[in-house]
């Protein structure tokens, strides 16, 4: 590629690091920043607001929006992406599904900031800090109803791997074709479809390494989650929690799949299940409560009060 391509990095309420992953690319970089003409990453070079809302619309070639919007500075960020970028990439599951953060929905807004701010054990005197701050959004709408996307890239955090690999195809010019396969595919362990005969905590009995940790008794989303991380926690010992999010139609409900799984594999009480799974809603729906079926029910009951 002769020029290098327009390309701008925004951060609405995220950790950083879907962007870090970006970083961890590490001498790998070397190769791709000088395609890149960076024409906007607050994070990382002092731009302004001001600075992307200057730009022409459509100047950009390819916009990565990490985070999902919080606040009303976020909400307004995302649109102004909309505008500048020709392709405009849903960064990392907090951007995708509302992510960690969207479990923020269970509660109204006005308890998550007792919670956070007013009776926050760890402050005296606590109150909501309001000076030279944007207002907060009452909850967490997923950011597909604010804008189209034009790409889903999930992960918390997307591996390098597959930024590199979707950033290379992009700035060839190429599709970006994301393997369809959920966890399970890239598996390494031995399924024999038996039924689970009890559920386990975490800490309880030791996990043979050579079969599926489900099938041992062990709650792993595997089969409900999109294996663009082909499978590296269940191939390292530890059970998939679910980070990516659900494999394509992505916008399926990632939570009420995980659950029906483990019904038909588990024909065990409810009442004794819920023994074992502790927190449902954080087990099921740790990724995707602000986009799932039941995420939405409980925002338009938020939005009811307004
Ligand atoms: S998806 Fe995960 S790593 Fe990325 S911003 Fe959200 S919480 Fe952070
Ligand atoms: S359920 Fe988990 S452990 Fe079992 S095959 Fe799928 S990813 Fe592997
Ligand atoms: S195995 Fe599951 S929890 Fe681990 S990175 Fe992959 S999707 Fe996320």
Not at 143 to 166: H, M, Q, R, W
Not at 209 to 222: A, K, M, N, R, T
Not at 256 to 284: C, Q, R
């Amino acid at each position: 590629m002769s020029h290098p391509v327009p390309v701008a990095m925004a951060q609405g309420s995220s950790c950083w690091g879907c962007f870090q992953s970006l970083v961890d690319i590490h001498l790998k970089l070397a190769d791709v920043l000088p395609l890149l003409d960076i024409k906007f990453w607050a994070g990382v070079v002092d731009y302004k607001l001001e600075d992307l809302e200057n730009y022409p619309n459509k100047s950009i070639k390819i916009g990565l929006y990490e985070g999902m919007a919080r606040t009303e500075e976020d909400v307004h960020l995302l649109k102004v992406m909309r505008d500048k970028c020709e392709t405009l990439i849903a960064f990392g599951t907090c951007s995708c599904f509302g992510g960690i953060p969207g479990l923020a929905n269970f509660y109204d807004i006005d308890d998550a900031l007792e919670v956070k701010f007013r009776n926050n054990k760890t402050v005296s005197g606590g109150k909501v800090p309001t000076e030279n701050l944007p207002a907060i959004e009452p909850t967490v709408r997923p950011n597909k109803d604010i804008v189209d996307f034009d790409i889903y890239l999930p992960g918390c955090p997307p591996t390098s791997e597959l930024i590199l690999t979707a950033l290379t195809a992009l700035l060839n010019g190429e599709e970006i074709n994301l393997p369809p396969h959920t966890v399970c595919h890239y598996c390494n362990r031995e399924k024999k479809e038996t039924p689970i005969p009890e559920v386990l905590r975490p800490y309880e009995g030791k996990a043979d390494p050579d079969s599926c940790l489900l099938e041992q008794g062990y709650v792993c989303l595997g089969s409900a989650t999109w294996g663009l991380c082909e499978g590296q926690c269940v191939n390292k010992g530890s059970t998939c929690r679910g980070c990516f999010g659900p494999p394509p139609p992505i916008m399926s409900d990632q939570g009420a799949a995980s659950m029906s799984m483990l019904g038909t594999y588990a024909p065990i009480e409810p009442e004794k299940l819920l023994e074992k799974v502790k927190d449902p809603l954080a087990t099921f729906y740790r990724f995707t409560y602000a986009t799932s079926h039941l995420g939405r029910i409980r925002q338009k009951r938020e939005e009811a009060k307004k």
